[in-house]
């Protein structure tokens, strides 16, 4: 007798995005400023920046975790400078024609994020944005007309400005009360309209880019921040998650890790101890005290490299404990290798730097494509935390060409998520509990790392470059409909 499985009869087909990588109106409806906001276009050589005025004067930064502004220094819009974000792919504007596509590809289900600006504008103040719910309420309403669950991340890369300048990039535990407020709100409100609910976005990102360009930074009071950050957010995320079962026990919490597989390069001891090192700061770290309720045993080596001393409370390790997540969901677009050898040849690109994998090959923003490693993630995940996982982003970014007869034909695209599937299917047939699969960028939108509309994901294309220019219509790429066939028949139909 076969013991073969197939994707649960209720899998969460569907596609993921973000709020300031997608809707633009990022000064309509009452919305205030976030940190995205006042961050330009970069490209694959050139870091996106953070533009600000000191001292009457004009000035910018690059936007890497933790840097912030100099002291200071207000953030600001600058005339000449062109912000990717403000209009995005307007969807803002657009979103029923777009929910209205989703729908006939056949999505069961649509990540998207708030921005927490357009709920409270400051991130201060006592009472929300009515504008702003209602925005969400309307899009909540359209998802649900067409049988659409909706997968809701509270906070993606979406800090309001206001309080990330007043508390210094989560250095104040207040910014803990502000967050359980924003997502207290978002829970009553949304109460029979959303069900998936997710506290923050690949929350391990403080720790991994501090090691993603190559070059380990090894300024102890950088290492102090991003720890010091991670504690305010885990507190903050099981409070909410606390909160939303006591709103609603029907809510499903979950928390979202950039998921990147490393691998040591050589079988020297040294190389697979700083593998196993690497894991451990970079996902285990985050996932441990998110799924797990308390700070691993191995935290205390990780701060004691860096001289890290943190602010936590016995209240805060109860609340820990008490704000467990009920899913394990992650973002998987490659893997890495790890060596404590001199090596020739090396990656460079777009969040991704180091030794290359002679194994794999990559994409031209110099990421890995490695289906097999997705299996592996899921596999050590599911017997790590026993819960329930979903994928909640994968895909390629690569350069699409609209053609003379608006379509576009993007087999490569086609040929990486079909892997990727037959990787979930593997993993499902070896015992793990995956529930969903979102794939990044279900429409182009506004790349996170470079703020270019050229690295595209989409299953449709947007007519918009890297300046700013183009119509903002909407045109169906041939993954479109292989994907719709793919959740016709539940994964089967790959072909």
């Known amino acids: 007798m076969s013991t073969k499985t197939s994707f649960p009869k209720d899998f969460l087909w569907g596609g993921a995005t973000a709020a300031n990588q997608l809707e633009g109106g990022y000064d309509e409806g009452g919305k205030g400023l976030s940190v995205t906001d006042i961050t330009t276009a970069g490209s694959l050589n050139k870091p996106r920046m953070l533009t600000y005025m000191l001292n009457g004067k004009a000035g910018e930064t690059p936007a890497m975790p933790g840097a912030g502004l100099p002291k200071g220094a207000k953030g600001a819009i600058l005339p000449d400078e062109y912000y990717p974000n403000h209009v995005a792919i307007d969807f803002y504007h657009h979103y029923k024609e777009d929910i209205k596509l989703f729908a006939e590809m056949g999505f069961k289900t649509f990540r998207m994020s708030i921005a927490w600006t357009r709920i409270f504008p400051k991130g201060d103040e006592k009472e929300p944005n009515q504008a702003g719910l209602d925005f969400y309420r309307k899009v909540f309403e359209e998802l649900k007309k067409y049988n659409i669950e909706p997968l809701v991340t509270i906070s993606h890369y979406e800090d309001p400005l206001y309080l990330s300048e007043k508390y210094n990039d989560w250095q104040d535990r207040a910014m803990i009360d502000e967050y359980v407020k924003y997502a207290k709100v978002l829970f009553k409100e949304y109460k029979g309209l959303v069900k998936y609910w997710l506290t923050f976005n690949e929350i391990n990102c403080s720790l991994l880019m501090l090691n993603m360009f190559g070059q380990k930074i090894n300024d102890d009071a950088v290492y102090q921040h991003a720890y010091q950050k991670l504690h305010y957010q885990f507190v903050a995320s099981a409070r909410a998650v606390k909160a939303a079962h006591e709103i609603d026990s029907d809510y499903v919490v979950g928390n979202m890790i950039c998921g990147i597989v490393n691998y040591p390069l050589t079988p020297d001891p040294k190389d697979i101890l700083a593998n196993r090192y690497a894991w451990e700061q970079n996902i285990f770290y985050c996932g441990d005290v998110q799924a797990l309720g308390e700070y691993p045993s191995y935290s205390k080596r990780l701060w004691n490299e860096h001289n890290v001393h943190l602010d936590i409370t016995d209240q805060d390790l109860a609340d820990l404990k008490a704000g467990k997540v009920d899913m394990y969901t992650f973002s998987y677009y490659m893997s890495n290798v790890i060596t404590t050898h001199e090596t020739k040849d090396k990656v460079g690109g777009n969040f991704a730097a180091g030794a290359k994998n002679p194994y794999l090959k990559y994409s031209e923003w110099g990421w890995a494509t490695d289906p097999m490693g997705l299996e592996y993630y899921l596999e050590v995940m ?109 994964g089967e139909d790959l072909g």
């Open 382 to 490: 599911n017997d790590r935390y026993h819960l329930p996982q979903m994928v909640v982003e994968n895909g390629l970014g690569a350069v699409d060409k609209l053609t003379a007869d608006n379509e576009v034909h993007d087999d490569y695209r086609i040929d990486y998520l079909k892997q990727h599937i037959q990787a979930m299917k593997a993993a499902i047939d070896n015992g793990v509990d995956l529930i969903g699969y979102t794939t990044w960028g279900c429409i182009d939108l506004v790349s996170a790392g470079t703020g270019q509309m050229s690295k595209r994901y989409g299953f449709i294309y947007v007519d918009r470059d890297d300046e700013g220019n183009g119509s903002l219509k909407r045109y169906k790429k041939d993954s479109f409909y292989w994907y719709k066939k793919v959740i016709a028949s539940n």
